[in-house]
């Protein structure tokens, strides 16, 4: 258990520390600014009802996982080769350090990393809504609706960014991945042969549905209220579940290819 924390405490300190990332993440902040969440103007702040907060809480988050979640995909892509290239991964091998507790003690850190900006933003969010007059209980619903929606987002997107770098280019799988994430998750299937209306999205416009009574342009059909929280928890299940898998793959990737070195 120390060896776990101990790499996850060394990584997560490098990845957060990078000036690129925060670079990038600020240059999302001024695109979003503070106009990511719209209340309904016909009615004071200090009255919305729970079910409005709900609302423009998965609203929020579904919007902000189109920039962010792709960014924290593509600042990941490069944190597990970078052992390889810069020989950290052969010291490692010497000490008594298993590759199971590195892979995990790795994801964890580089997930908490790239999470880290959108977590910032949206608790300065929440905090200049709450002063400016809106329910101090939005804070605590806008935390769940980031626990809920980006945070399933990022552990699937960071399981794929660490593990395909590892047989294809960095730069090639985030060329890749810029291109699955809008096709995958944000083309309207009808109209365009795509995954984004199977529950294989990380979007989270299933848990927005079903659970914050969001109606993202995803959604064609209105289905009933059990129907559409049945599909969000499938669609947690589903990617989570597919992390366990990605990070078992990546076990296998590392051994074949400490064993062909």
Request: proline share 4%; aromatic share 14%; with cysteine.
């Amino acid at each position: 258990m120390s060896q776990f924390f101990g790499v996850l405490r060394h990584e997560f300190k490098m990845a957060v520390k990078r000036p690129g990332m925060w670079v990038a993440y600020g240059l999302l902040y001024i695109f979003y600014g503070f106009s990511v969440i719209q209340f309904d103007s016909s009615k004071s702040i200090s009255n919305i009802t729970i079910s409005e907060m709900l609302n423009t809480a998965g609203e929020t988050m579904f919007i902000l996982n189109m920039g962010m979640v792709l960014l924290g995909g593509i600042l990941s892509a490069d944190r597990m080769t970078r052992d390889f290239r810069l020989g950290v991964r052969e010291l490692q091998q010497s000490s008594p350090l298993k590759l199971s507790t590195y892979i995990l003690a790795k994801y964890f850190a580089v997930l908490s990393a790239v999470i880290t900006p959108m977590f910032i933003y949206i608790l300065v969010l929440a905090l200049i809504v709450v002063v400016v007059g809106a329910p101090i209980l939005f804070a605590g619903i806008i935390l769940v609706a980031f626990a809920a929606i980006a945070l399933p987002a990022y552990a699937f997107v960071v399981a794929f960014s660490l593990a395909c770098p590892m047989f294809i280019p960095v730069r090639v799988y985030q060329v890749l991945f810029i291109g699955y994430w809008f096709w995958g998750n944000y083309l309207n299937p009808s109209a365009f042969p795509t995954i984004s209306g199977t529950l294989l999205v990380p979007s989270g416009k299933y848990v927005l549905f079903g659970f914050f009574g969001g109606m993202s342009s995803m959604v064609t059909n209105i289905i009933p209220l059990s129907q559409a929280r049945l599909e969000a928890v499938l669609n947690l299940l589903l990617l989570f579940g597919i992390v366990v898998l990605v990070l078992v793959a990546t076990r296998f990737i590392l051994r074949r290819k400490v064993q062909r070195s």
